[in-house]
């Protein structure tokens, strides 16, 4: 398409084509738990995160934690209405990884890079991309769209993450990343994204 940058064969980038998205616990049990980064600048960036999930076709994985067991609720609302359809996978296992049907989830999207976001960093992050990564998966977590119980916990997991290879990113790097260059069709994605977040992000900063 005239006007489009190529896709290189050899991009190590994340691309629209490359990478798929995973979301882990966004419930409101999690939410409230979280104290190593504000409610709503959290909320932001993981809505950022899933408006990006839609608008670049990503392949997207989003499970939840004890609904069945009637002791969590699912996906909270704000999040889903940002997402575009997708099935929650509810399991039992802390970690992600050890659900089959997640596991078969992740593996059906054909993507060895994985966006990972999910609640809380130092346990429904940390441990599948853990297991992940030992599996030859490249992962990358979205620093400012996740949270744990602590900074202290939130840091610790990051560097556990990090020693092992993840390589995080943030929200707004990510959008930026899948888009590229503003010469290609679609750019107005992109603008779209920045013109709804940073109204919302500098009335937090105000």
């Known amino acids: 398409m005239a006007g489009e940058t190529p896709v290189r064969p050899d991009d190590e980038l994340l691309t629209p084509d490359n990478a798929a998205l995973v979301l882990i616990d966004y419930q409101p049990e999690q939410v409230t738990s979280v104290s190593s980064i504000g409610h709503d600048e959290l909320m932001l960036n ?22 069945e067991l009637g002791v969590n609720t699912g996906t909270i609302d704000e999040l889903r209405e940002a997402l575009p359809p997708t099935e929650e996978i509810d399991r039992t296992t802390l970690n992600s990884w050890e659900d089959p049907d997640f596991r078969a989830a992740v593996e ?7 966006i990972m ?8 992050v940390a441990f599948p991309t853990l297991d992940m990564l030992r599996e030859g998966y490249e992962i990358y977590p ?12 939130h840091e ?6 990090m020693y092992a290879g993840a390589q995080p990113i943030t ?6 990343e899948l888009q590229r260059d503003w010469g290609r069709p679609g750019a107005d994605k992109l603008r779209g994204v920045l013109r709804w977040y940073f109204p919302k992000y500098n009335e937090l900063r105000a």
Do not use: F, N
């Open 46 to 67: 993981i809505g950022a995160v899933a408006k990006a999930a839609g608008l670049y076709d990503l392949p997207t994985v989003l499970s939840t934690v004890g609904v």
């Open 108 to 114: 059906a999207t054909g993507r060895k890079k994985i």
């Open 117 to 124: 976001t999910g609640l809380w960093t130092e346990v429904c």
């Open 142 to 153: 979205v620093a400012d769209a996740i949270g744990g119980v602590s900074r202290e916990a």
């Open 156 to 161: 610790r997991a990051m560097q556990r993450m």
């Open 171 to 176: 929200a707004i790097s990510l959008v930026a």
